[in-house]
């Protein structure tokens, strides 16, 4: 048995027949109308071949199917099957039952879905006829494929768009640019569906493209980027090889031109004006030119060099690598007075040169540049900006150091004042004469303090204070021979018990804080007293140092613990200088190699007598600050209040009206202040004070130590609290007089009808009078 693929050409479909004739060969043809006859729908001519070697044809099935109704794929059959109904077919695979279906009862297979050929091309399944009731196979498994055919459903694409390109400007026709590249999801292998062809839609005519490859081409020569740097292409791809019908794509390229050099420099102007000060500095930019270049990058790169000129060796240009430009800069001074004008002729090329484009050159130009000086009020200038000048520090005040010169340069020719910078000169050892520049000295010089001045000296125009030159004296301080030599260190010589005669124990040197131009040469001899001794000799060893030596043995510490030996030192100058100084030798016991052991050495007399002094001053101090501690321990306290002989009774008691004397000024009591506890104890009216209110009561004698603070303290509550107290800080208003006057009470009726005599109170004196006035008798019995 064999199955037999047969054609439909009216659908394209094929139809799968199951044969199972014997097994012969058929010779390949192709079907006629009469096999078609004879295979019901059409026929194929049928290689019969081994059962086991059977090939499948494919299925074929269009993708994007859009119609209503299930897709019939074709149809599988079987000569078996007599049309009764006992054979039966199954489908398994890719697909079945999901995609594919088939009639168990017919064979035929329909697509269900929309395929898409670009998801999936093929799918591969099996093929069963099997016996109904038995379900067994009448036929042997086999598999197949049903191939998704192609349809033009998919555009170019340019999956790496849009482009971005760059080309040398001016290049020729033809030059590559860039090449595009699209692509197509439809089966290149089956019709033109993925045969793509390229073309340019806008770019033209400056660009072109190749149909079949892609590449950007140049099509325009000579192309400026001074003109126009960018152009913007837009390049189509269609399928179908172009043809109607087909699908297209389209992408953008962006090409830049990029430069070369070939634009010269040019100056804008053929000649320059500059106005230049001519205080400027050495150095300094006085000038800006520059020469304009279209193009960019290193090609608008240039240099710029003085050609000739009268200002040749006064200016410099340099190019500043930023801007482009050529800075012109001071190389000498300017003097307005001198030269007031320069000119220059400045070229400016190109640095780096295209030969390809020499025709269109030359790649440099020039320009003229005027340089006008301009006349400034300058500073006076001395003849010399540092001056040097030697003086003797024995020099007496007054004395002449040496002197400067300045001028005015300017044309005004202003008169100069001198002076000295006391910055400078902060001691004012020197002075200057403010007309001639004559400097002196003003106070004594030592070389020993300062052996080199610094002076500042300021010249300034009397015409205009502001212009100012200044120039530097340097004053060397001559040595004279004013010091006296003395010993180099302080030392501290010993000399042993034990010591032979002719004993080296010390080596001196000594030290002047003069400096002799030959050097020093001291000499050290002994005081004639002190050459006389017996213990002690110098020698002097004509290098500037000298050696102590013992004349004698058998020093002992208990006949003498210290010698005191006079050296004198010259320092052999002319006049000579000396000075005596005293060597301490003390007597230690010594070993026999020479190391002392012990020198029980005392103070000497003057520092004795300062230790001394200081320890006796710490030791009294010590004991006055014990007595005064001990004094302030065991002292008790004085009372507060003074004794009975020492009460004045001085105060003062103003009346607003007359009163009985003495008597008012029961209204306190001075007990009451000295005996505060006694008094609150009896006054207290126990109604208006119940006991318990005071907290506590303080006596003032307590032998306690407390501290004063709360001592004024207890004495501030104990006076808020009694309520007895009297106001003693409070104005006194009487309402009645005194029992110990003779008018008594006092009133406004009383007075009236009131038969006494008040007449003494004029002999009181002026001020009482009017008081006897108005109280006192009146014949007639006016009212008073």
Known sequence: HMFVLSPWEETGCVAMTLNSAPLRHVSGRTATESDKGQGGRGGVNSHHRSRRSWVWNQFFVLEEYTGDEPLYVGKLHSDVDKGDGQVRYVLSGEGAKSIFTIDENTGDIHATKRLDREQQAYYTLRAQARHRKTNLLVEPESQFIIKVQDINDNEPKFLEGPYTARVAERSPVGMSVVTVVATDADDPTYGNSARLIYSILQGQPYFSVEPKTGVVRTALPDMDREVRDHYLLVVQANDMIGQMGGLSGTTSVTVVLTDV???????????????????????????????????????????????????????????????????????????????????????????????????????????????????????????????????????????????????????????????????????????????????????????????????????????????????????????????????????????????????????????????????????????????????????????????????????????????????????????????????????????????????????????????????????????????????????????????????????????????????????????????????????????????GLLSKTLDYRTDKNQLFQEFIRDRLQEADLDLTAPPYDSLQTYAFEGSGSAAESLSSLNSLGSEQNYDFLKEWGPRFRKLADLYGHHEGGGDA
């Not at 001074?333 to 025709?359: G, I, Q």
């Not at 320890?615 to 101090?621: A, D, E, K, S, W």
Request: proline share 5%; hydrophobic share 35%.
């Open 261 to 691: 050099n070939d634009n010269p420099p040019r100056f804008p102007r053929k000649s320059y004006q500059f106005g230049v000060p001519e205080s400027v500095l050495v150095s300094a930019v006085v000038a800006r030119i520059k020469a304009l270049d279209l193009d960019v990058g290193p090609n608008a790169e240039m240099d710029y060099r003085i050609l000739d000129g009268n200002g040749l060796g006064t200016f410099r240009i340099i190019t500043d690598p930023n801007t482009q430009e050529g800075l012109v800069t001071l190389h000498k001074t300017l003097d307005f007075e001198t030269k007031s004008s320069y000119t220059l002729r400045v070229e400016a090329s190109n640095r780096y040169v295209d030969t390809r484009f020499l025709s269109m050159g030359p790649f440099s130009d020039v320009t003229t540049v005027h340089l006008l000086v301009q006349n400034v009020d300058e500073p006076p200038v001395f003849s010399s900006s540092v001056s040097r000048v030697a003086i003797s520090e024995a020099a007496t005040v007054g004395t002449v150091v040496g002197s400067v010169s300045a001028h005015d340069p300017d044309t005004t020719n202003s008169p100069i004042r001198y002076s000295i910078d006391r910055k400078s000169d902060v001691e004012r050892y020197f002075n200057i004469d403010s007309s001639s520049g004559v400097i002196t000295t003003a106070r004594p010089l030592d070389r020993e303090i300062i052996a080199l001045h610094n002076i500042t000296i300021l010249a300034t125009e009397s015409l205009d204070w502001s212009q100012v030159g200044k120039a530097l004296v340097l004053v060397s301080v001559m040595d004279v021979n004013d010091n006296a030599p003395n010993f180099a260190a302080k030392y501290e010589t010993f000399v042993c018990e034990n010591a032979e005669p002719g004993q080296i124990i010390e080596t001196l040197s000594a030290v002047d804080r003069d400096e002799p131009e030959n050097g020093h040469h001291f000499l050290f001899s002994l005081t004639t007293k002190a050459a006389g001794s017996l213990n002690f000799t110098l020698r002097d060893n004509k290098d500037n140092t000298a050696s102590i030596l013992t004349q004698r043995s058998g020093f002992l510490q208990r006949d003498q613990l210290v010698h005191f030996l006079p050296v004198v030192i010259s320092d052999g100058s002319s006049p000579s200088l000396s000075s005596t100084n005293t060597l301490s030798i003390t007597v230690c016991a010594c070993d026999v190699t020479g190391n002392r052991h012990s020198c029980s050495q005392g103070p000497s007399p003057l520092l004795g007598l300062g230790t001394a002094s200081a320890v006796l001053t710490c030791i009294l101090t010590l004991l006055g600050v014990i007595m005064v501690t001990i004094a302030v321990r065991c002292r008790r306290r004085e009372p507060l209040m003074m004794d009975d002989e020492r009460d004045i009774r001085e105060n003062i008691v103003r009346y607003d009206d007359e009163g009985g004397g003495e008597e008012d000024t029961e209204a306190f009591d001075i007990f009451a202040l000295r005996h505060l506890n006694k008094s609150n104890q009896t006054n207290q009216d126990p109604d208006l004070n119940p006991p």
